[in-house]
């Protein structure tokens, strides 16, 4: 994918085509939809820097009862753990800083790995539950 904001309704339309097929219920697709948005925005703008020479690179696939989503840039990488924490009092009226805060509530498992020779990694995983 480009490294443009209009990526990210690309990556939003695959992965749903994905977990609607895989039967994921309606407010699951929900929360797909804002994990994957959330992570492919911080790609191209905090990974790639918008860069028209780099690229996202997204897969969606399905195992077992489990989508697997990753995300990866071309950027630096990043390190999660060292990002502020978005719920610290002085970090509370910043208008961004909450998107991962948001992803792994969304998500049943969420990885970052630092790819060699540049860029992250993100993978998402959500799990399919089937109604009793």
């Known amino acids: 994918l480009d490294s443009t904001l209009e990526s990210v309704d690309s990556a ?3 992965v ?3 977990a609607r097929e895989a039967g994921f219920p309606e407010e699951e697709l929900h929360k797909i939809s804002m994990a994957v948005r959330e992570t492919v925005v911080n790609a191209v703008v905090h990974g790639n820097r918008y860069s028209a020479h780099k690229k996202v ?3 969606a696939c399905l195992d077992q ?3 697997l989503v990753t995300v990866a840039d071309e950027g630096s990488g990043f390190d999660p753990d060292s990002l502020p924490d978005p719920l610290a009092e002085e970090n509370l ?3 961004s800083g909450r998107g991962l805060l948001l ?5 049943d498992e969420f990885q970052v790995r630092k790819l060699n020779p540049t860029g992250a990694e ?3 995983v959500k799990r399919l539950t089937h109604a009793p």
């Open 16 to 18: 749903l085509k994905v």
């Open 122 to 124: 993100v993978r998402l």
């Open 12 to 14: 939003e339309e695959l």
């Open 57 to 59: 690179h997204l897969s």
């Open 103 to 107: 992803v792994r509530a969304f998500v």
């Open 93 to 95: 009226l910043h208008q």
């Open 65 to 67: 009862d489990r989508l």
